[in-house]
């Protein structure tokens, strides 16, 4: 099993999340992600698996993307918004 420990952004991230009120909902995710708190976020793969893309939900409409660094670390690349 994975452990993660730390969870890094790309540097228009909090922008994003800042601009839509997003970023508390947002902080909220990712201590439940580094404290491996599942069954508040489901991790799950974007199609296609191969590409190794796993999202979590921010809330019922946005979606953090992100990718493995390493075996303990991860990056978000993009938000999503899920109903468009």
Known sequence: MLKINKIFEE????????KRN????YKKSKQNII???HSWNKLLYR???KDWII???INK????LWRFINK???IIFD???HQN
Not at 61 to 64: E, I, K
Request: aromatic share 22%; no cysteine.
């Open 11 to 18: 540097n228009y991230i909090y922008d994003f999340l800042e």
């Open 22 to 25: 997003l970023l508390n909902q």
């Open 35 to 37: 404290k491996w708190n």
């Open 47 to 49: 199609k296609p698996k």
């Open 55 to 57: 999202y979590f939900r």
């Open 61 to 64: 409409q946005f979606r953090a």
């Open 72 to 74: 303990e670390e991860l």
């Open 79 to 81: 938000i999503d918004n």
